[in-house]
């Protein structure tokens, strides 16, 4: 039986996470020699004995990656063959050919080609079923396969074979790879005469002369107010966060400080630039979902009373990652410190290094927060996010378009109406007609698309627990009464949203026509956080308000 060796990846990582661990170097040492060996010694043990053959390479893995999980989610160990795919979630930059895909209906298909990238080039469409690339069946693969085999070397050629929507016989398309930059901001232009939007997606190298140059574009055109939209922005490079917030501010001010163990690597970071609009009023857009560069960000505006914050409180993520080399070609992401917005701040909402007994962790309460100031003196709070100026939630989908969603039916609807119409309105103009609906909901006849209500899966858990605890019969007129008065009705459903049902179809129909353009300018109207974004811009004196002390 063979015998394997730790690699030195495992005593690297172990070095690297014990270094920190001890404030006797005596002890730090002693510990770290003291672990290694047992650690390599029951490897060793486990290879020789263990009763089936294991994976060295899984087996290491899985133990590395269970040693960074007890650290943070943020601290990854990145083995050699996942290079590639850690460059293009930092960069934004791959070899392929430009569309994403979906599985839909029980087939992989193309959910959006991206405009001006080979993949639309090649005239690939929306909705084409992917059956074969480069002569490899890829009906039964999943979406990662697919990618896989679409990604390759610039300049590279490769053969798809698909199946479109009323063709008859498979379709064969070629198309030559390029080298794809993932825009950061996917799409910018004008929600009314005078108020521009700006979508940032990542902060990826660029972010900053994106948002700048989008802002330019945006002035020209008539914009005199600005909606950023950091909705569900992940985060990315920090530096992208100083560029993009450079934008908005004075050259010279500060936009965020790291502090951690290596105070060497302790830093302050400032404008550097000259901004391009520091009179502009500027609406920052946030959610649950916006988190590490996006925090920075909407932290500057806020901190420096630059603009109003509107929508949800953000993620709350307020560590700095870097990445430090190992050996055979991998990498460690590694958290290094925290970092701290103008007012002085830090937003982490978790604390990661006070576990529960069971290893969970939970957020920082309420009672341990500090409070903080703004430049205008309004009171701000560390430990949670950044909280919005004014809050608004998206609205939540009925049940019965969650349904049409999840089943398909409005994504193939739309399809089906793409290829019976050659054209349509504008995206922000376009509106299906009374007549149109209908044939939408005629065409649902037939169509399996059940599903069950929240209220009455709270009604069925209160018929489980009264039988439990044996109350059952004595409310059980009144359950069925319940139960009378709320079972939903797919017909009805339908008539009662469909004015929501409607709008959904609507953005879905855009995009066979206008691409992620589409996307954007048709849900305009039907996007309630929006809507209050314009609603305060075009009140002047409400969007000072909120950014004075009086406001609260």
């Known amino acids: 039986m063979k015998k394997f060796k730790v690699p030195g990846l495992i005593i690297a990582t172990l070095v690297i996470v014990g270094f920190f661990s001890f404030n006797n170097p005596n002890e730090r040492y002693f510990e770290i020699t003291r672990n290694l060996d047992i650690f390599s010694t029951l490897f060793k043990e486990v290879n020789a004995y263990y009763v089936d053959e294991i994976n060295p390479n899984k087996l290491i893995k899985t133990g590395i990656d269970a040693m960074l999980a007890s650290l943070d989610p943020y601290t990854n160990y990145i083995p ?20 994403i895909i979906g599985h839909r209906n029980g087939k992989n298909v193309i959910m959006m080609p991206y405009e001006g990238f080979p993949a639309h080039k090649a005239g690939l469409r929306i909705g084409d079923e992917l059956l074969k690339v480069d002569d490899v069946d890829v009906v039964d693969k999943n979406t990662s396969e697919i990618s896989q085999l679409l ?19 498979p379709i064969d398309l070629d198309i030559t790879r390029e080298k794809i930059k993932i825009n950061n901001v996917p799409y910018s232009g004008m929600v009314n005469e005078d108020i521009g939007y700006i979508k940032l997606s990542d902060f990826t190298t660029g972010a900053g002369k994106e948002v700048k140059k989008s802002l330019e574009k945006l002035k020209k055109q008539g914009a005199t107010k600005i909606i ?23 050259q010279g001010s500060e936009v965020v400080s790291t502090k951690g163990k290596v ?7 400032k404008a550097l ?7 502009i009023p500027v609406v920052v857009l946030t959610s649950r979902r916006s988190a590490s560069a996006a925090e920075i960000v909407s932290g500057v505006i806020q901190d420096y009373d630059r603009g109003v914050l509107v929508g949800e409180r953000t993620f709350g993520k307020g560590l700095v990652q870097a990445t430090r080399p190992l050996t055979y070609n991998s990498q460690l992401k590694i958290t290094t410190a925290k970092y701290y917005i103008p007012s002085g701040r830090c937003i982490q909402a978790i604390n990661y290094s006070q576990r529960n007994k069971d290893g969970s962790v939970g957020v920082i309460p ?7 100031t703004t430049q205008n003196g309004r009171k701000v ?11 608004v939630g998206p609205l939540p989908l009925a049940p019965i378009t969650v349904s049409l969603i999840t089943h398909g039916f409005i994504f193939e609807y739309a399809l089906k109406y793409h290829y019976e119409h050659e054209t349509i309105a504008s995206a922000k103009d376009f509106n299906l007609s009374d007549e149109e609906f209908n044939a939408f909901v005629e065409w649902l006849q037939g169509k399996e698309y059940d599903y069950t209500t929240k209220v009455e899966k709270t009604i069925e858990t209160l018929t489980k627990y009264a039988k439990t605890e044996k109350y059952y019969d004595k409310i059980k007129a009144e359950i069925k009464d319940l139960e009378s008065r709320v079972m939903h009705n797919k017909e009805q459903d339908l008539i009662e949203f469909a004015s929501e049902v409607k709008n959904v179809l609507e953005e879905r129909i855009t995009e066979h026509y206008y691409l992620v353009k589409g996307n954007f300018e048709s849900s305009f109207d039907n996007d309630i956080q929006i809507q209050s974004a314009v609603e305060i811009l075009q ?13 609260e």
């Open 228 to 250: 950023l939209d950091l909705r569900n922005n992940p985060g990315g490079l920090l530096n992208e966060a100083v560029n993009v917030s450079n934008v908005f501010i004075n």
């Open 539 to 551: 009140d002047t004196e409400r969007f000072k308000s909120l950014l004075t002390v009086s406001a």
């Open 263 to 269: 105070t060497d690597w302790n830093k302050t970071y």
């Open 80 to 99: 050699e063959d996942d290079i590639e795919d850690y460059r293009t979630m930092t960069t934004g930059q791959y070899g392929g050919i430009g569309a």
């Open 366 to 372: 309420d009672s341990l927060k500090s409070a903080f």
């Open 381 to 391: 709070f560390d430990g949670g996010g950044v909280d919005p100026d004014y809050e």
């Open 151 to 169: 990604k390759g070397q610039a300049n590279t050629k490769l053969k798809v074979t698909i199946k479109r929507y009323g063709a008859d016989e």
């Open 273 to 279: 630039n000259q901004p391009t609009d520091i009179e």
